[in-house]
């Protein structure tokens, strides 16, 4: 009996996800996410504001080989989502990610950096939110899980390789037009 309850406790994450775990800068009264503790596991909900200020931005890197993190909700305020912001969140299964969003791997330029869900290779299905009107390359390569996708009719650029190495993605859905 002894030797269960401690099989079971090992088993139990040893960290839980929390506002602690983050790293964050404040310029002009706005909030970047720039960095989180790599030991934080399961659920994450990123709160609007820190400090009174808001938060509207995830930094480039910000996630990056968070390898325990299981699902992330963004909240709504934030526009941008930097360059590899979630690189190798290998356990990471969903992400919300608010209409606010207007760039997922803002400012990536010309590089060979990878993309922001680069090798997540548990998030099975992502919803672009309806004001991003770009998406940079790589952006999801590697995400060998991904089922389904929705892109939005504002997005007027894709990247290279956004797909590649997506193996499961057998949905895609394109909205129409971009309104006028």
Known sequence: ????????????????????????TTTDGK????????????????????????????????????????????????????????????????????????SIGADAGPSEDEGTFYNCTSLTTITIPDNVTSIDDHAFYGCMDLENITIPAAVSSIGNSVFQGCAELTNVVMEGPPPS
Request: aromatic share 8%; net charge negative.
């Open 1 to 24: 009996l002894v030797l269960i309850a401690l099989f079971a406790y090992a088993s139990l994450p040893l960290y839980a996800a929390s506002l602690n775990d983050l790293t964050y």
């Open 31 to 102: 909030v970047t996410i720039t960095d989180c503790n790599k030991a934080a596991a399961g659920d994450l909900v990123i709160p609007e504001t820190i400090r009174g200020n808001p938060v509207t931005s995830i930094g480039e890197l910000a996630f990056g080989e968070c390898y325990n993190l299981t699902k992330i909700t963004i909240p709504n305020g934030v526009v941008s989502i930097g360059e590899e912001a979630f690189i190798f969140c290998v356990s990471l299964r969903s992400i919300k990610i608010p209409d606010s969003v207007t």
